[in-house]
């Protein structure tokens, strides 16, 4: 039974949205499936891993009259399409229970599952908050701050992103215990205060499928679910239960050292002095003196690098260690040609912003060296 004949890449353009949520090895064989069906709105691609989903309408396809669904395995589907020519024209029919893909002189025959036994999340009852804003707004906020989320803690509430909604604004917020980015976007239109944490895995996938478009998104939060809605996408996941810290208490309100950079060339100096920085520490120096900044980095082998920026500065001297790391993550993570750094003492956080945006803050623990 003949199902779709399309271009190759109207086949890999909804693939490639679905299967970076497929995880390689899966005790349930069908989660390293993909789901096609023939809806009456077209033709769906699904994928989970039973806590996040995502599915998009394929389109530019010549389609069965027949509805039809099955499950295949993902990547290998993603795969054979991608080593296939870009201009090819590609067949999928089902025969004798398998999945037979054609294209030219080649031929694929791939293990299919019934699609009733995929596992679909159910859209959780109970009161529900909409936003919609720009694909561009929310790409950038998740931009600003999602590189501060943690990775596996035992803080399981630290490995996800605060999405907190209330006024006119939309915040995010990420931390990992030793450093917090919080951006901030407006709305069109006040909504009631809400507050989920959404999973650092659907974070970094809704990162990378949105758009740096003026084309909406809609973000609508349920007691357990969050539901993000775009183009022809829908990425549906759980929500990380548990308690947040209180990100408006760690970020500081008036430290007196205040020191202008040059966000690149501040940030090729890290760089080129964390050569040298011991590789479990990652451990830099700060000296601020009168209209200088120092980067110091030394290790075991008792080597050490030094850079040095011309500023402006008259407050008084200041010698301060961070993990090198975490200031170049947030440097190389903003596009503004120049940051704020505000300091107080040696064993108080330092405050990076952005000068003329008070929707940017990004909070960094010192260390000692």
Same mark, same amino acid.
């Given at each position: 039974?003949?199902?779709?004949?399309?271009?190759?890449?109207?086949? /890999?353009?909804?693939?490639?949205?679905?299967?970076?949520?497929?995880?390689?090895?899966?005790?349930?064989?069908?989660?390293?499936?993909?789901?096609?069906?023939?809806?009456?709105?077209g033709t769906r691609f699904m994928a989970t891993?039973?806590?996040?989903?995502?599915?998009?309408?394929?389109?530019g396809l010549k389609e069965s009259a027949k509805p039809f669904s099955l499950t295949v395995a993902a990547r290998k589907l993603h795969d054979i399409l991608r080593a296939l020519p870009e201009s090819a024209?590609?067949?999928?029919?089902? @025969?004798?229970?398998?999945?037979?893909?054609?294209?030219?002189?080649?031929?694929?025959?791939?293990?299919?599952?019934?699609?009733?036994?995929?596992?679909?999340?159910?859209?959780s009852a109970g009161e529900e908050l909409s936003v919609r804003l720009s694909q561009k707004d929310l790409r950038r906020g998740l931009s600003l701050v999602h590189y501060a989320m943690a990775q596996q803690d035992i803080r399981y509430y630290l490995n996800g992103l605060l999405l907190v909604l209330g006024g006119q604004a939309l915040k995010l917020v990420a931390t990992d215990g030793h450093r917090l980015a919080f951006a901030a976007t407006g709305l069109a239109a006040a909504v009631e205060a809400r507050e989920v944490i959404v999973p650092r895995k659907a974070v970094l996938e809704v990162l990378k499928l949105l758009s740096d478009s003026?084309? !909406?998104?809609?973000?609508?939060?349920? &007691? =357990?679910?969050?539901?993000?809605?775009?183009?022809?996408?829908?990425?549906? %996941? #759980?929500?990380?239960?548990? #308690?947040?810290?209180?990100?408006?208490?760690?970020?500081?309100?008036?430290? &007196? #050292?205040?020191? !202008?950079?040059?966000?690149?060339?501040?940030?090729?100096?890290?760089?080129?002095? %964390?050569?040298? %920085?011991?590789? #479990?520490?990652?451990?830099?120096?700060?000296?601020?003196?009168?209209? %200088?900044?120092?980067?110091?980095?030394? =290790? =075991?082998?008792? !080597? !050490?690098?030094?850079?040095? /920026?011309?500023?402006?500065?008259?407050? @008084?001297?200041?010698?301060?260690?961070?993990?090198?790391?975490? /200031?170049?993550?947030?440097?190389? =993570?903003?596009?503004?040609?120049t940051v704020r750094c505000a300091f107080n003492d040696p064993n108080s956080s330092c405050l990076v912003t952005v000068p003329g945006d008070d929707q940017f803050k990004y909070v960094v623990m010192p260390m000692r060296i």
């Open positions: 039974m003949l199902l779709i004949e399309a271009d190759r890449d109207a086949l /890999l353009r909804p693939l490639q949205a679905v299967t970076g949520i497929v995880e390689r090895r899966h005790t349930l064989q069908i989660l390293s499936n993909v789901l096609i069906e023939r809806a009456q709105d891993d039973l806590e996040i989903q995502v599915s998009t309408l394929a389109h024209q590609v067949v999928l029919a089902q @025969e004798d229970g398998r999945l037979q893909v054609r294209s030219g002189r080649s031929r694929f025959s791939l293990q299919t599952l019934p699609a009733e036994d995929f596992p679909r999340i159910a859209e003026e084309d !909406e998104v809609a973000i609508t939060v349920r &007691p =357990n679910q969050v539901r993000f809605a775009f183009g022809p996408v829908v990425l549906v %996941s #759980k929500v990380v239960d548990g #308690k947040f810290p209180d990100y408006q208490r760690v970020i500081p309100q008036a430290h &007196p #050292k205040v020191v !202008e950079l040059p966000r690149l060339s501040f940030l090729q100096a890290l760089s080129r002095a %964390s050569i040298l %920085s011991s590789d #479990k520490i990652r451990g830099v120096r700060l000296v601020l003196t009168a209209d %200088s900044l120092r980067v110091i980095c030394t =290790n =075991n082998e008792q !080597e !050490e690098a030094q850079e040095e /920026l011309a500023v402006s500065y008259s407050g @008084e001297p200041l010698d301060i260690g961070f993990n090198v790391a975490y /200031l170049m993550d947030v440097l190389s =993570n903003l596009s503004s040609d």
